[in-house]
């Protein structure tokens, strides 16, 4: 969520919230005319047919909506998120997004119930005691993740937490609650378990190159991937590196062994540049040149931010995203990354591991290819009321270079720019049509590229 509103958080008023359990006995979303399974004579019901598809049984969800109103009759303009009904309407959820809050529980339960702050989550995993607020239900468009695209297919996840304190924030029983959640939320919903599917804000692209500087960068370094895939029943992968040239690789380098330092500006103004003390991290900086001396990668769009700058994702392979080997040099490893080669220090290949993946590059004779932060359908698939949406490059790749494809899809587009009592399908038009995108993970962030720019390449 936004760093500047969450700051200005007054301290909230105790809030007296009703504990709504979200076991079978509340299934919100279910007729009540809707028969009841007959367990004894009848066929053994699907699981999830049974229990709350929104919140596991063995949690309990406190049931906070978030605000969904008219805010301006005049303007139309109406906050916090967007009703739907997906996946239903045609839109299908395929991301978890994992947030930090940026403030405490409180702060945050008035910010999303107030139209005006439109922003919104779906869930909210408190740091003490794994407590867990819904405001959302997972069938409505929330306005979390600073991209259309992303919002339209994702459920998003807040932790009670500050990026840069991680260590002190991230309990036990947080990671532990927001993996049951998300667990459940994956089977119930279609979500793969894997790191191209459940990913941080900090790894959803700006839509537009303006926007690439101001894009969020929560959970932050200090977020624990390794033990969350754990936790998540779906680990990263654990074979070992055997160094093939072009093959596809992760980083998984262990969390309380990687050891990094930085630098953060902290205070409310930001003007208090100071290291941050060395801790295990997620991340390994990554350089111009097999050198330790080496200038750190710089990103277009983060020009003049010193590199070590802890909010710097520019800069940052983070653990369990699919990679390309590019080159080795000695103990130096160069990934195709953000459309360069880009080094880091791997002794005896300690910190990667063997993945599999197919992989695509540009098709052959093209120069380079462009990279977008959304998969919209061309200008054609808008018929009235719905207008065109255009994209626009964000990134090239040069020819040659070689990402994992994390995932293909064809273009879509949620129209949906009025308040409404219900969902209404003909003012909330899901636009789709044809054109093929191939989902990679660019540099730090996640990125789609179209299928007919790009040719696949099987592993080596
Ligand atoms: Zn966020």
Known sequence: ?????????????????????????????????QPTPDLLSGPVPDLLSTVDPDCPADLTCEDIPAAYKLRD???????????ANRPADGQAIRYIVIHTTEGRWDGVVSHFQNPTASASAHYLVGSQAGRIAKFVAPKHVAWHAGNWYFNMHSIGIEHEAIAIEGKTWFTDAMYEASAKLVRHLAKSYGVPLDREHIIGHDEIPGVTASK????????????????????????????????????????????????????????????????????????????????????????????????????NWGTKLGTGPIYVRAEQKGDWEAIYFGGQKAWFQNPGRGLTRKASAMMIMPKSGLPSAPVYGVAYPMDAAFMPPTKPVSMEKIYDVPAGHRYALAARTTGDYYW???????????????????????????????????????ELVSTP
Not at 13 to 19: D, G, K, S, T, Y
Not at 419 to 448: C, L, M
């Open 416 to 454: 949906a720019k009025e308040y409404v009592a219900s969902h209404d399908p003909s003012k909330q038009i899901v636009v789709k049509d044809g054109t093929e995108y191939y989902q990679i993970h660019f540099n730090h962030r996640v990125a789609w590229v179209r299928a007919v720019d790009f």
């Open 1 to 33: 969520m936004s760093r500047s509103l969450v700051r200005s958080f007054a301290i909230a008023q105790l809030l007296v919230v009703p504990l709504f359990g979200c076991g079978p006995a509340e299934p919100a979303d279910v007729a009540d005319n």
């Open 212 to 311: 690439q500087s101001g894009m969020h960068w929560d959970p932050g370094p200090y977020w624990d991937w390794d033990r969350y895939m754990q936790l998540l029943l779906s680990p990263l992968p654990s074979d070992v590196d055997p160094g093939t040239d072009g093959a596809p690789i992760v980083l998984r380098p262990g969390y309380a062994k990687n050891l990094q330092k930085g630098t953060y500006c902290y205070g409310a103004t930001g003007g208090d540049c100071r290291d941050v003390t060395e801790s295990p991290a997620n991340f390994v900086y990554l350089r111009t040149a097999p050198d330790a001396m080496a200038p750190l990668i710089e990103n277009q769009y983060l020009k003049g931010w010193p590199g070590d700058r802890m909010n």
């Open 73 to 83: 009759a005049m303007t139309g303009s109406y906050g916090n998120y967007d009703v």
